[in-house]
């Protein structure tokens, strides 16, 4: 998930547990004397655990830091709500900086965030042990359960996720955020319309103006792993209109939205919808306020969008283009660049194996994300078509044992099911 995405889904944590002042109880201690800093704190507790991520949210973020600029908690706050790269970035120095003069707690949290979130987060789990320790270290502090659970979750550590959002409501029950993503663990064991009653249900408690992500896209997986694209498509459309009545697109463009929404078509033999989706929510993009390394990032995928739909319509020569395209982009992106390799050969591959050419496609997929549940199905599909029956069933079987919550699972676990007969 995106660095801007993942952030605000860590954010409600810390709202829950912003007035913890008593020291000796398992909890932290916040390095403020500020009321209102602690007043405004439990303001936002509620919104973030309901899904507002709108503009109020936001003033409310930057009123905490104005209440007190020294505390070093409500500048991390900043720099998780902050739209602005540069006032986020900022804000998270500021937050560094106050940390080191802050209570134990509070220092090591901020600290461990920080190895959380750098390099967007690309490493995030190297955080979690540092986060281990605390939770340790302060077992009533629930912010640390909350994190832990969504880190968990997102390193597919399915049974430490489970435990810690249990924990989580022990220690404070009836959090809509929690409960979405305990029913997303419904998801994962099959159970999709439980998992769907769960989120309908959680959807029904939101106020106006809420950002249901967790809730509307694992709806749309319950539809996708039952054979139902269009239902998956409603519910993240009527996601996108939400997300433009709460103003959090001015914090991040809807585009990913539109992405999903396209996979969606692409993968259920829609390739014009998809090429349409794609250049629709690319329109978001550059009057947005992403840094300009991410508008080139979001620049990439709409090319990587574009070559797989071209290669589904039989557009060979095109495809490749965009394919050979998307190559040069992460060479002249020089060592920035190297990480979206595997990408690269997910799209080189995936043309490759829409052009026939088998033998390609594998060469270009074993190179793929092997933890993408999407990228293995392609090259089971590949060691198919060769003939490599035991090669394909065994990457079907790694489809199959995948626990990534995500649109790519959804989209490649039905068929690696009905192709291992399960």
């Known amino acids: 998930m995106h660095v801007r995405v993942t952030r605000l889904l860590l954010a409600g944590a810390l709202a829950l547990s912003a007035t913890t002042v008593t020291a000796g109880d398992g909890r932290f201690v916040w390095t403020t004397k500020s009321e209102e800093a602690k007043a405004l704190l439990k303001d936002v507790q509620w919104r973030v655990e309901s899904f507002q991520f709108g503009t109020e949210t ?33 804000a998270g120095d500021r937050a560094g900086e106050l940390a080191k003069q802050a209570s134990e707690g509070e220092r090591r949290f901020i600290e461990a965030m920080a190895i959380v979130n750098a390099n967007n987060g690309a490493n995030f789990q190297d955080g979690i042990p540092h986060l281990e320790k605390l939770a340790q270290d302060y077992p009533n502090e629930r912010l640390v359960q909350v ?7 997102g390193n597919n550590q399915w049974d430490k996720a489970r435990a810690a959002f249990k924990r989580t409501e022990e220690l404070k029950p009836g959090s809509p955020r929690v409960k979405a993503f305990l029913a997303s ?28 992500g ?5 709806s749309a997986f319950t539809y996708l792993y039952e054979g139902d694209p269009d239902a998956a498509i409603k519910s993240l459309e009527g996601f996108l209109a939400e997300y433009r009545e709460s103003g959090a697109a001015q914090g991040f463009p809807e585009v990913f939205i539109w992405n999903s929404i396209a996979r969606i078509n692409l993968e259920n ?19 947005s306020t992403l840094p300009d390394d991410q508008k080139q990032v979001w620049l990439g995928r709409l090319r990587h969008g574009k070559a797989r739909a071209l290669a589904k319509l039989g ?32 799209v080189a591959g995936y043309v490759k194996l829409e052009a026939g050419d088998a033998q390609a496609a594998v060469e270009h997929l074993k190179e793929a994300d092997p933890k993408d549940p999407f990228h293995r199905l392609l090259l089971a599909r590949a060691y198919e ?3 490599e029956r035991e090669s394909a069933q065994g990457v079907y079987k790694e489809v199959l044992a995948s626990t990534t919550n ?15 007969g399960s």
């Open 58 to 90: 936001i003033e409310m973020a930057r009123k905490v830091a104005k209440a007190d600029p020294n505390f070093a908690l409500g500048q991390y706050y900043v720099s998780v709500f902050e739209p602005d790269p540069k006032a986020a970035k900022a």
């Open 315 to 346: 557009r060979t020569e095109e495809a490749w283009a965009e394919a050979e395209a998307i190559r040069k982009m992460i060479e002249d992106g020089g060592e920035a660049g190297k990480q979206y390799w595997p990408a690269y050969h997910y």
């Open 406 to 420: 995500n649109i790519e699972r959804a989209l490649a676990y039905p068929e690696a099911r009905k192709k291992l």
């Open 214 to 218: 967790a809730i509307r896209y694992g």
């Open 147 to 153: 994190i832990l659970g969504q880190l968990y979750q």
């Open 269 to 287: 033999g829609r390739a014009e919808a998809a090429m349409a989706a794609y250049a629709k929510g690319y329109e978001s993009v550059p009057g």
């Open 185 to 212: 663990d419904l998801v994962l064991k099959g159970e999709y319309g439980e998992a769907r009653k769960a989120y309908a249900a959680l959807a029904t408690s939101l106020p106006k103006g809420a950002v249901p």
């Open 385 to 387: 078509k060769l003939g």
